[in-house]
């Protein structure tokens, strides 16, 4: 009787917890620097050989997909119900965020006086940048806060350069017209397009290009490329496979080196840590588990009726979660995401190659749902009450703001400097978020690339029915 294999799901979430555990081992040894030395490269050269993988298959995976569908009016269909849907979905979470936000609170939990002093501090800057404070109140103009507006004035002008360069990057984009965004996706150089993990946007436009054309093309000319890119596809997809027999030991070695970073030789420095931002991650966290166990498991519920299984879809897509946890990237996860959707949840591969390449680069559901939290969080440190023309304007922002992002790390903060911007206040207190931003970072992407499946599998569905 042949004995039953691990699933590979199952190696992988041992690979993360031994990569928790050894992180704080490290922490309480000493042993940072051989985990920074010894064990985190290896994450690191997984991480490259799936952004390795990723752009050369989103390039031919589309081209594949859009030249099976051999109907432009299908494909506009589809590209019409894609783009509604990750709309749709990122706006559901941004109202979750926000929801959350105001039941809990998290930005109240501070002592009055601190609130106080923060509230000044906002006032100055708002009057040193010309921005009109919505709600009429004045701590600054009390005679009894003069001491605090002494200080608050010392510490407006103190700012990170890691502030300042996220600071520049969304005003860059703000300033860049409204229709940059279209200017953005087509490319000057594809070549120079696949360079540039954060270029996915114009790779994905020159791929819909040749597909249409393929399309249109007579089917004796346009055979030999629809079937090299075909073949191309496969290999890429092989190279997957073959990455991923060695993934729980990578992810071992991503997760060691990410919480060992984070933790340096003092475990107690990264606990207080968590403790003093404790209820702001509390209520990230849960609005992304809400968005993952109940938003999506109706919304599926309700487009598949019996066909969905709600175990059955974590189970399928597990690896890819995993996966997305520990590399905090949608783009360097597409590779393994592709698999799991059209392998495990059976989603067609024309659909699948059309719809998660475009998910991973505009559907940003988790990172949105943090914008909100930390958007209010912060108004509610400073003192500020926000009003509902302002609530509407986050969840604009927010979502709108989520097409251009990259889909890389840390992307999400420039994404709040801007909603931030939009509703006035002051971008520079991202700073506040620093220290716990990565470890929201790996559970929000868990969240964006759920919501890439989720909307491949809804898709796929009405696709089979028309």
Known sequence: MKKKKLALHWKIIIGLL???????????????????????????????????????????????????????????????????????????????????ANIINPGQRLTDGDRAYNRIKYELWAKDNNVAIRDGVCESCKPENAQYVTKAKAENGESSETVKAKIEAAQKFKESGPLQVLVDFVPENIIGAMGNMGQMLQV?????????????????????????????????????EMVMQWAPFFIFALTAGVFSQMAGDDLNALIELFMGLGVYMITVILGLMVVLFV?????????????????????????????????????????????????????????????????????????????????????????????????????????????GSAAVPSAGLVMLVMVLSAIGLNPAWIAILFPVDRILDMSRTVINVSGDAAVAAAIDHWENKS
Not at 223 to 232: G, H, T, V, Y
Not at 317 to 333: C, E, G, I, R, Y
Request: hydrophobic share 55%.
């Open 18 to 100: 031994l990569g928790v555990i050894w992180s704080m081992i490290s922490a309480s040894a000493g042993l940072s620097n051989f985990t920074a030395q010894w064990i985190n490269p290896f994450g690191v050269i997984f991480i490259r050989l799936l952004k390795l993988i990723a752009i050369p298959l989103v390039l031919f995976s589309i081209i594949t997909g859009v030249a099976s569908l051999s109907d432009a009016r299908k494909l506009g269909r589809m590209g019409g119900r894609t783009i509604s849907m990750y709309l749709a979905t990122t706006a559901v979470a941004v109202a979750v965020g926000l929801l959350l």
């Open 295 to 403: 938003v999506y498991p109706l919304i599926l519920k309700q487009i598949l009726k019996k066909k969905f299984g709600y175990k059955k879809f974590f189970q399928d897509l597990s690896p890819a979660q995993f996966l997305a946890f520990s590399s905090s990237s949608s783009a360097a996860t597409l590779p393994v995401t592709l698999e799991c959707v059209t392998e495990n949840m059976k989603v067609s591969r024309s659909t699948a190659d059309f719809v998660l390449p475009i998910g991973a680069t505009m559907n940003m559901n988790g990172t949105s749902l943090y914008q909100a939290v930390a958007t209010v969080f912060l108004a509610q440190m400073h003192g500020i009450d926000l009003n509902a023309s302002q609530y509407i304007m986050i969840t604009l922002t927010a979502t709108l703001a989520s097409v």
């Open 204 to 240: 994905i436009f020159f791929a819909l290009l040749f597909g249409l054309a393929l399309i249109s093309l007579k089917p004796e000319i346009a055979k030999p490329a629809i079937d090299f890119c075909s073949s191309a596809n496969e290999a890429f997809l092989k190279m997957v």
